[in-house]
């Protein structure tokens, strides 16, 4: 679903993502793990063609988005969960949830917001995966956050998308809601094999919840592995600052999986977990 090789990525002399290597299955979900700054987002906007590449490959569903392409034609690939919902509030969950298949109708038809029955039946489909049916009527802004954010992952399966990406999706969630929301996100992409790159802070939540937990430093990878090798050892090459050093910028080589880069004796602690 979504390969990657030696991707790289600047602005102006500013160095933010230092040859990138992942590849990413159907059904897999990958959590990226890393300080704020270490690449993680711009890695996202990558995938989702939001910023363009300096260098690499980067394939995602098929489309090569090295090359010109089409963002609507992007958009019936890949989908996004975001931080803050970005729902409209004053639209009925049914209708929010209904946005996600923009992308499949026309231009009028967007306009209009007329909408097929089946795309309707699908909408109720996606509601009832995160237990919502009971709310499908209702305005969005009468919802909780947890359910807001429940709605976001309606409105992505609503695109039947390939690739799901989710910038923080639990941030602003206390953590009973925030498992609720992850185990229903995991839930539904594996069952329809989507693949899964999900950001998070949250360790603890990372180990619950992904297949596969890749750790960026400084934009670069430092940690590609299961759940259980996520050690103390990784986690100090995740949240330990690396000082920049030309070789590393230069030398190009790929990280088997479950390895890691020993963080530098001579760094200092930028941040906890």
């Not at 590849?23 to 897999?28: F, N």
């Not at 392409?69 to 009925?92: C, D, I, K, T, Y």
């Not at 430092?222 to 103390?232: I, K, M, R, T």
């Not at 030398?251 to 906890?272: K, L």
Request: hydrophobic share 40%; charged share 20%; glycine share 10%.
């Amino acid at each position: 679903m979504i390969t990657i090789r030696n991707l790289r990525k600047s602005y102006d002399s500013n160095h933010v993502l230092h040859g990138i290597d992942m590849d990413v299955k159907a059904g897999e979900f990958v959590v990226m793990l890393g300080l704020s700054g270490a690449g993680k987002s711009t890695l996202l906007r990558c995938i989702n063609g939001l910023n363009q590449p300096d260098s690499g490959q980067l394939q995602v569903g098929g489309i090569d988005l090295m090359r010109k392409h089409s963002g609507r034609e992007l958009a019936r690939h890949v989908a996004m969960v975001f931080q803050h919902h970005n729902l409209v509030p004053r639209l009925s969950v049914r209708k929010n949830v209904l946005t996600g298949r923009l992308g499949q109708v026309s231009t009028l038809a967007s306009v209009l917001q007329f909408f097929r029955r089946s795309d309707i039946a699908l909408a109720e489909q996606c509601l009832e995966r995160v237990g919502l049916t009971h709310k499908a009527g209702e305005r969005t802004q009468a919802l909780s956050g947890g359910q807001m954010q429940r709605v976001g992952i309606a409105r992505a399966l609503a695109q039947r998308p390939q690739v799901i990406l989710a910038d923080e999706p639990v941030a602003s969630l206390d953590p009973r809601t925030a498992r609720s929301v992850l185990q229903y996100l995991r839930d539904a992409t594996r069952e329809l094999g989507i693949a899964v790159v999900c950001n998070l802070h949250q360790v603890d939540y990372a180990r619950e919840f992904g297949d596969r937990i890749v750790g960026l430093s400084q934009g670069r990878m430092v940690f590609d592995g299961a759940p259980d090798q996520l050690g103390d050892a990784a986690l100090n090459a995740i949240y330990h600052q690396v000082p920049a050093m030309a070789e590393l910028q230069e030398q190009h080589t790929p990280m088997p999986a479950g390895s890691w880069m020993p963080a530098s004796p001579m760094v200092a602690t930028t941040g906890g977990l």
